[in-house]
């Protein structure tokens, strides 16, 4: 159920509540309007009396309505303070139920932009292939795995988020409101490191992390640090990733899966290993398994919380000595045990040769 609907539940439960509140205090009123008039004239008939003891019965009946009318009056008073806070709870629903229905509204409008993005995104996809597949297939080099060497593991790690804020409208009534897919790449990054540095061969890894990664900066990480394992968290599609773009007025950079088999093989020392932490990665396994070994990548659409559990257990395992496999069997199970839904979609291709269960990439001293 909606928050929104959770919330009209609620008030209409409330306002029943309410009537009941308001039903008992016009009942309690009334009550002791009759009990202060038959006070009034059993005061009147003591006044009157003709003797003694018909003044003690009107006097006695007088007290009784009196003490009627006090306790009827004590309950119209509770029943209007029950009515107040009622009401006033009925107007802090109300505020929410408000704020609720934007909150639906932002979400269901971002969603529709997703959506249109990824289908704008699968079209240039489809287009780039059937561009690909015209023309003759540029040379892949293809990478052998090298059996553990006695160094530290090199970890080039980037992040983007191009997409933070995709579109600001600015509502009649003067508020702005921000639709667009934030990332928590920073905090992702951030949780990796943390578990690393509780890991027993913490300083068998070396992890060099390019924030706001564009192209540029992905090839000189390449070249400055000659990474075993690369690392991308940010936007992704099933044609491929997306990077920062080079300049201020270019948003974003659309990197094909193909150009990015082709630019890991431009190196002298290839990865073994590119993790994909980004919706539809898996579908570019392909592409990649032509040059790198082992890929690791997600098949569907991946939860924000979900990809920052992943990698950080994935990584602690992996610094911890334990092979590509079990690393990836930890990451998941560490999902599955947090409740999230999203455990499923760590994903690992390999070539024929190559069993990640026994492929360690950290070797203790």
């Known amino acids: 159920m909606a928050r929104s609907d959770q919330l009209r539940n609620e008030i209409a439960r409330l306002e029943k509540t309410a009537a009941s509140h308001r039903s008992k205090m ?28 018909a003044r003690r019965m009107a006097t006695s009946a007088a007290e009784r309505e009196d003490k009627n009318a006090t306790n009827a009056a004590k309950d119209a008073a509770k ?13 802090s629903k109300r505020t929410s139920l408000a704020s609720a229905i934007r909150n639906e509204e932002r979400t269901t409008e971002a969603a529709r932009k997703r959506a249109e993005t990824k289908r704008r995104n699968e079209e240039k996809a ?47 009534d003067g ?6 897919a934030w990332l928590r790449v920073d905090r992702e990054v951030r949780d990796v490191k943390q578990r690393l540095r509780g890991s027993k061969y913490r300083d068998l890894v070396d992890l060099e992390h390019k924030p706001a990664a564009t192209f540029s900066e992905f090839v000189d990480g390449l070249n400055d640090h000659r990474p075993h394992i690369v690392h991308f968290s940010g ?24 150009q990015l088999a082709r630019l890991l093989g431009a190196t002298t020392d290839p990865p073994q290993l590119v993790v994909l932490n980004a919706c539809e990665s898996l579908d570019g ?8 070994p082992v890929i690791i990548g997600m098949a569907d659409t991946i939860d924000d919380v979900a990809a920052i559990t992943f990698a950080s257990f994935f990584y602690g395992a992996v610094a911890a000595a334990q092979s590509v496999q079990a690393a990836l ?37």
């Open 285 to 292: 396994a392909d592409d990649l398994l032509k040059t790198v």
């Open 175 to 180: 508020t702005v409101e921000e639709y667009g």
């Open 235 to 258: 936007h992704s599609h099933s044609g491929g990733i997306i990077l920062e773009g080079a300049t201020d007025t270019d948003d974003e950079h659309d990197f094909p899966f193909d």
């Open 329 to 365: 069997d930890q990451a998941k199970l560490a999902m599955e045990a947090t409740s999230l839904g999203d455990a499923t979609l760590p994903t690992i291709r390999t070539r024929d040769d190559i069993d990640p269960s026994t492929l360690i990439l950290v070797t203790p001293p």
């Open 79 to 91: 029943a209007a303070n029950d009515l107040a806070n009622t009401q006033k709870t009925i107007a």
């Open 126 to 172: 489809h287009a780039r292939e059937v561009a690909r597949l015209s023309q003759p297939a540029p040379p892949i080099r293809y990478i052998e795995v090298r059996p553990p060497e006695p160094s530290k593991l090199r970890v080039l790690y980037l992040t983007a988020n191009p997409d933070a804020i995709e579109e600001t409208v600015t509502r009649p």
């Open 26 to 53: 016009a009942a309690a009123e009334k009550k002791a309007n009759d009990a202060r008039a038959k006070a009034a004239k059993s005061w009147e008939k003591a006044r009157k009396a003709a003797n003694d003891s």
